[in-house]
């Protein structure tokens, strides 16, 4: 009996990478005794903007930070996503919401201390989407 193969290829519209070498990157962001508070603050990882739009008090012990990675589908290289840590660089405790659609962070809940005026933490590990078409050949 005689198979027949056929080569096929497999286009890939874009990659997933998560740059574990990334430099740490601290930010300080305010925190109001209650509500919400607009706030810009414009950070940087990887050579890619974040930029910290609003917090909000939610209870005593918890924010909700809202953040913008400028995330563009179009471009090459575009930051989706980074991982939190502590002053020590371990991970934190959090929560993130991501878009549906470009599954980039949209915002943060944070744990925070009540009467804390401000949170610090790092932000590393960026995953930055590499756009294709990546053409991957004889998978079959």
């Known amino acids: 009996m005689r198979k ?17 070498d990334a430099e740490r990157v601290k930010v300080t962001l305010p ?5 919400t508070k607009e706030i810009h603050i414009l950070s940087q990882i990887a050579g890619f903007p974040v930029e910290f739009t ?11 930070v809202e953040v913008k990675t400028h995330f563009d589908a179009e471009k090459p290289r575009s930051l989706q996503n980074y991982m939190l840590f502590s002053k020590e ?10 878009n549906e659609k470009t599954r980039t962070v949209e915002s943060e809940w944070l744990s925070v201390d009540p009467g804390q005026k401000d949170i610090t933490f790092y932000i590393g590990e960026p ?8 053409i991957l050949n004889d998978l079959i």
């Open 4 to 20: 027949r193969i056929h080569r096929r290829s497999a286009g890939i519209p874009a990659i997933l990478i998560v740059d574990l």
């Open 31 to 35: 925190i109001p005794e209650e509500g």
């Open 54 to 64: 609003r917090v909000e008090r939610i209870k005593a012990e918890s924010v909700r």
């Open 89 to 98: 660089c371990t991970g934190m405790s959090y929560s993130s919401k991501l």
């Open 127 to 134: 995953q930055i989407v590499v756009k294709g078409p990546w």
